[in-house]
């Protein structure tokens, strides 16, 4: 979901960052990795980590996105991502000169490393993930959070860097075997698209680019003031040039102007009484970014959200919010795709 912004409160309880707009800037918890932690770490800049955590704790600009969100979330996101994307990548990986040694993953904006959690353990092979991220305060969760085993029990090893994603070049993705990113392609502009989409292309790699949102949601049961909060949320997406709904279009297009194949496939968050936590922080984001970009809409959103609430809370409501997975897949040095 979109980043943090100004003030907005809508109905009973506070909106969690990452989730939709939030109130007044957040205090940031100060996090410290544990000595044992950091010494079990499986990677090669611990103390680096540990120094950009407590960078992090005193500096000014808050998380914009809650680590506690990044998590209410991971179940989900795993449930939702297509699986059937994993078959013609893992065939890719196998193809590459070198295979048996392994390969170098590049997770974009990994947050807390839920893809890498998700994703390392479903593919064969001695890995290496570059974890990224601008936010060292996830990087730091991400790293000592991260997958240790491949799906064959091959090892995996990660490393951090902190930076902005959308200035990659094709030489940072240098040696990369895959590149991947989860709820990432909507929070950035079509130039910063463009830029990533040069950068895989440049390096020659596979990208699986997962849970980009499709700006449609459809709630059980419905009612009539749906559709207006759908529109306004999107247009609060699209705010500053954030691409939101048209991550995946323009991110087609991107890949196809280097003549890369693009595969997309449905990955719908599906939200019922087993999931109430999430979908409760979900429908507190989603309406108040909704009354923040339309404020014309806050009585009736109030009344909406309540109701909501209320029939979340009581096992009676089911979300789908649909989201698309696109795998990249650059043609293969004899020219085949
Ligand atoms: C919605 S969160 C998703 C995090 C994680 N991939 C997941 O699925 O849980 C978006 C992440 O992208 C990072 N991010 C957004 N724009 C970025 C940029 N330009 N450069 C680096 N990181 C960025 C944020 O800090 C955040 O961790």
């Known amino acids: 979901m979109r980043r943090t912004s100004s003030a907005a409160r809508t109905g009973s ?17 100060t996090v410290r990795l544990r000595a044992e932690e950091a010494e079990g770490m499986e990677v090669s800049k611990g103390a680096e ?38 078959g013609p990548l893992s ?16 997770d974009l904006g990994c947050g807390t490393g839920s893809m890498g959690r998700w994703l390392a353990p ?25 997958a240790r085993a491949a799906a064959d029990g091959s090892r995996v090893t990660v490393e951090t860097r902190r930076g902005d994603v959308a200035r990659l070049t094709p030489a940072a993705l240098a040696g990369a075997g895959l590149v991947t990113a989860s709820a990432l392609l909507d929070v950035l502009t079509r130039e910063e698209v463009d830029v990533l989409a040069a950068a895989c292309a440049g390096a020659g790699c596979p990208a699986l680019l997962t849970l980009s949102v499709a700006g449609r949601v459809a ?15 999107n247009a609060h997406q699209r705010r500053s040039g954030l691409l939101g709904p048209d991550a995946v279009p323009a991110a087609r297009e991107a890949f196809a102007a280097h003549g890369v194949r693009v595969l997309v496939r449905p990955s719908p968050w599906r939200l019922g009484p087993g999931a109430r936590e999430l979908a409760a922080q979900w429908l507190r984001g989603w309406v108040g970014a909704a009354v923040e970009q339309r404020p014309a809409l806050r009585q009736r959103a109030d009344r909406y959200l309540a109701e909501r609430l209320a029939a979340c809370a009581a096992g009676e409501l089911e979300v789908v919010v649909h989201h698309d997975d696109l795998l990249a897949l650059p043609g293969r040095p004899d020219g085949e795709a």
């Open 13 to 29: 309880g506070a909106v969690i960052a990452g989730a939709g707009p939030v109130g007044a800037p957040g205090e940031r918890k």
């Open 49 to 86: 980590v540990v120094a950009e955590a407590e960078e992090a704790a005193g500096a000014e600009e808050p998380s914009r996105y809650a680590p506690e969100w990044l998590r209410l979330r991971e179940p989900a996101d795993a449930a939702a991502r297509a699986a059937e994307l994993l």
């Open 91 to 106: 065939t890719r990986l196998a193809e590459r000169p070198g295979a048996q040694r392994g390969f170098v993953v590049h």
């Open 122 to 146: 479903r593919l064969p092979g001695a890995q290496h993930w570059v974890l990224h991220d601008r936010d060292p305060y996830l990087l730091h969760f991400a790293a000592v959070g991260a």
């Open 219 to 233: 709630l059980a049961p419905a009612d009539p003031l749906d559709a207006d909060l759908t529109e306004a949320f």
